[in-house]
T-cell receptor
């Protein structure tokens, strides 16, 4: 069964600290993996996208890694800011259909305290 | 920010009422999607469209219906709202053959 599991479910950190969010997936055949940021009351916004051949991708203070062999990804946030408080969703796409079926994780709820 | 809009943003309505959630995008995207999301849960695809006059049901069974008469417009209709329909509804769009989806701000629906 194709699934995406994220951990931790929630995380509280102090402003300025770093953190790492985890994503494990069983989706096959794999096409790509995205990390989305969803602010409260808003729709998700894409942060990074990685294909099978990429093992790291950065977007400012956000760095995503991908290990396609172990089917694991992480999102590292450096020098956290209050505006980083949001839900971070891991989304994996398969390549077995024209639609490019997306599998969503439940997200990690990150809270950054001053 | 993506040019995709949803109205209303919040809706409180009584059981049995008919409602239509609006979604419009100005990016010229062929593919459009409706997702349902409950607090702390993953997004579930309920409808999608490849283009004008194309509509398909998603993975999550839904009593809602959709239409795609114009490229930019993808409304979702509930003929008779029930409390079980209380949720957040997210609309998204993407270019043909590309999968990065751009999401609207969502509609939070509460059915009393």
């Amino acid at each position: 069964k194709n699934q995406v599991e994220q951990s931790p479910q929630s995380l509280i950190i102090l402003e300025g600290k770093n953190c790492t969010l985890q994503c494990n997936y069983t989706v096959s055949p794999f096409s790509n993996l995205r990390w989305y940021k969803q602010d409260t009351g808003r729709g998700p916004v894409s942060l990074t996208i990685m294909t099978f051949s990429e093992n790291t991708k950065s977007n400012g203070r956000y760095t995503a890694t991908l290990d396609a062999d172990t089917k694991q990804s992480s999102l590292h946030i450096t020098a956290s800011q209050l505006s980083d408080s949001a839900s971070y969703i891991c989304v994996v796409s398969d390549r077995g259909s024209t639609l490019g079926r997306l599998y969503f994780g439940r997200g990690t709820q990150l809270t950054v305290w001053p | 920010e993506a040019d995709i809009y949803q109205t209303p943003r919040y809706l409180v309505i009584g059981t049995g009422k008919k409602i239509t959630l609006e979604c419009s995008q100005t990016m010229g995207h062929d593919k459009m999607y409706w997702y349902q999301q409950d607090p702390g849960m993953e997004l579930h695809l309920i409808h999608y469209s490849y283009g004008v006059n194309s509509t398909e049901k998603g993975d999550l069974s839904s009593e809602s219906t959709v239409s795609r008469i114009r490229t930019e417009h993808f409304p979702l209709t509930l003929e008779s709202a029930r409390p079980s329909h209380t949720s957040q509804y997210l609309c998204a769009s993407s270019e043909r053959q590309r999968e990065t989806q751009y999401f609207g701000p969502g509609t939070r629906l509460l059915v009393l």
